[in-house]
């Protein structure tokens, strides 16, 4: 895989409005992007968690554009640290990843890409539910270490093809993920990354996770530039 970074069309900071609450994202574009990623983080991280960096610029660097937002505000975080409720707020969250998507259709620059989600943890669940309210707009999902049995109401109603990512070593997740997938009925895969805990901080196992959704968006949203 290359290392070199493409050259950016935007690389900029933006604010998304979701129902009067002002959520606080960056938005990445390579030059000639082949489509745009919007990131769904999991429970207690935002727009500035490593993690999810290292896996945009990996798909920054595969001519992907990303956008990683902050689903809940700053109040909403400090409020989620001591209950935990708002992480698990699937719906919550999924509505603000759908404000999120019409965001970009109204920026010009971006409006014409095709979309997909890359959701983490709770993030995933709410990832799904948003590709099922928008099966037009929406080409592919990604889950990494995801919680897609939270959103076991909607999974029959998702179109999009999709990719769950689990660790070896994380048994639970990986037990509800192959339920979830069972529920699927659109094209889907499950992949388990050998010997990765729930949050792939294994030598090698993060970068296991951002190739394959790489491959997984070029492969379904990706369109000739």
Same mark, same amino acid.
């Given at each position: 895989?290359?290392?070199?970074?493409?050259? !950016?069309?935007?690389?900029?900071?933006?604010?998304?409005?979701?129902?009067? +609450?002002?959520?606080?994202?960056?938005?990445?574009?390579?030059?000639?992007? !082949?489509?745009?990623?919007?990131?769904? !983080? /999991?429970?207690?991280?935002?727009?500035?968690?490593?993690?999810? +960096?290292? $896996?945009?610029?990996?798909?920054?660097?595969?001519?992907?554009?990303?956008?990683?937002?902050?689903?809940?505000?700053?109040?909403?975080?400090?409020?989620?640290?001591?209950?935990?409720?708002?992480?698990?707020?699937? $719906?919550?969250?999924?509505? =603000?990843?759908? @404000?999120?998507?019409?965001?970009?259709?109204? @920026?010009?620059?971006?409006? *014409?890409?095709? $979309?997909?989600?890359?959701?983490?943890?709770?993030?995933?669940?709410?990832?799904?539910?948003?590709?099922?309210?928008?099966?037009?707009?929406?080409?592919?999902?990604?889950?990494? /270490?995801?919680?897609?049995?939270?959103?076991? !109401? =909607?999974?029959?109603?998702? =179109?999009?093809?999709?990719?769950?990512?689990?660790?070896?070593?994380?048994?639970?997740?990986?037990?509800?993920?192959?339920?979830?997938?069972? +529920?699927?009925?659109?094209?889907?895969?499950?992949?388990? $990354?050998? /010997?990765?805990?729930?949050?792939?901080?294994?030598?090698?196992?993060? *970068? =296991?996770?951002?190739?394959?959704?790489?491959?997984?968006?070029?492969?379904?949203?990706?369109?000739?530039?």
């Amino acid at each position: 895989m290359s290392t070199t970074e493409p050259l !950016h069309a935007v690389s900029t900071d933006v604010e998304i409005v979701s129902r009067g +609450q002002r959520l606080i994202g960056h938005l990445e574009v390579p030059e000639a992007a !082949h489509g745009l990623v919007v990131f769904a !983080h /999991g429970s207690g991280s935002g727009r500035l968690s490593p993690r999810n +960096q290292s $896996v945009a610029r990996t798909l920054n660097r595969g001519g992907l554009g990303t956008l990683l937002f902050d689903l809940l505000t700053a109040a909403e975080e400090a409020v989620d640290r001591h209950t935990g409720h708002l992480r698990f707020d699937v $719906v919550l969250l999924a509505r =603000r990843l759908v @404000d999120a998507t019409r965001f970009l259709e109204d @920026d010009a620059e971006v409006a *014409d890409l095709p $979309v997909g989600y890359f959701g983490a943890s709770t993030g995933a669940a709410a990832a799904l539910i948003a590709a099922s309210e928008l099966p037009v707009r929406v080409g592919a999902v990604v889950s990494r /270490g995801g919680r897609p049995d939270l959103a076991a !109401h =909607r999974l029959e109603l998702v =179109r999009a093809p999709t990719l769950l990512i689990v660790g070896g070593d994380d048994d639970v997740v990986l037990e509800l993920n192959r339920e979830a997938a069972a +529920q699927l009925e659109c094209e889907h895969a499950l992949e388990v $990354v050998p /010997g990765a805990s729930h949050l792939f901080e294994e030598p090698g196992a993060l *970068d =296991r996770v951002a190739t394959l959704a790489r491959d997984w968006f070029l492969r379904h949203i990706a369109t000739p530039r």
